[in-house]
């Protein structure tokens, strides 16, 4: 079992940063993808980002080039770095960690962007 436990949320302006967390615990050796979902107000939840086993990072095209992801093995940490913030990115954030036979999700934390 893992469980994830997401923070940094928060509400920030329109431009604006934030960096979200997502701490690991439990068996996450067994581990091999790790990635970010989001979910806007009325829409389903849809994939943001991704960091694979070989390192490499993927990106929706919404996001691209404006957000990071990235990861701590000591802190046992995965991030997103997100930078000049839209209204439209707007969402619950979580994250997600993936073994070959389990998915694992965070409860999520509350990022909107408002002036």
């Known amino acids: 079992q893992v469980q994830l436990v997401e923070s940094g949320g928060g509400l920030v302006q329109p431009g604006g940063s934030l960096r979200l967390s997502c701490a690991a615990s439990g068996s996450i050796y067994t581990i091999r993808d790790r990635a970010w979902y989001r979910q806007r107000p009325g829409k389903q939840r849809e994939w943001v980002a991704s960091l694979i086993s070989s390192g490499n990072t993927n990106y929706a095209d919404s996001v691209k080039g404006r957000f990071t992801i990235s990861r701590d093995n000591v802190k046992k940490t995965v991030y997103l770095q997100m930078n000049s913030l839209k209204p439209e990115d707007t969402a619950v954030y979580y994250c997600?960690?993936?073994?070959?036979?389990?998915?694992?999700w965070g409860q999520g934390t509350q990022v909107t962007v408002s002036s």
């Open positions: 997600q960690y993936r073994s070959i036979v389990s998915t694992y």
